[in-house]
Nanobody, 123 residues
Framework: QVQLVESGGGLVQAGGSLRLSCAVS????????MAWYRRAPGKQRMLVAT???????NYVPSVKGRFTISRDNAKNTAYLQMNSLEPEDTGVYYC?????????????????WGQGTQVTVSS
């Protein structure tokens, strides 16, 4: 079974930086796209950044130039480097992987999610 575990969240002052990590594990799987989402207090979960298997990246306008998504395919790990953090960046950050688990009975492509990591930016 494919599992995602995020780490790196915490409390930081405005203008500070954090680096989130997302480690993907399982027996036999292939990952295509990976992404980071954020659920701000009282709001729905929204896409923040994506990265393809070929490391093509995309960002929502509010984080462009401040956040950098990357991945290490050998380690099945994705990262989100967050600089110049603002209070509006506060929320629970979720890692997402579009992957195929060859050990499942369906062996189909699915979205997998981590449990989330809290990021709080104080003003």
């Amino acid at each position: 079974q494919v599992q995602l575990v995020e780490s790196g969240g915490g409390l930081v002052q405005a203008g500070g930086s954090l680096r989130l990590s997302c480690a993907v594990s399982g027996s036999r799987f292939t990952i295509n796209r990976m992404a980071w989402y954020r659920r701000a207090p009282g709001k729905q979960r929204m896409l923040v950044a994506t990265i393809t298997s070929g490391s093509v990246t995309n960002y929502v306008p509010s984080v462009k130039g401040r956040f950098t998504i990357s991945r290490d395919n050998a380690k099945n790990t994705a990262y989100l480097q967050m600089n110049s953090l603002e209070p509006e960046d506060t929320g629970v950050y979720y890692c997402n992987a579009y992957a195929i688990d060859y050990t499942s009975h369906t062996s189909s492509w699915n979205d997998y999610w981590g449990q989330g990591t809290q990021v709080t930016v104080s003003s």
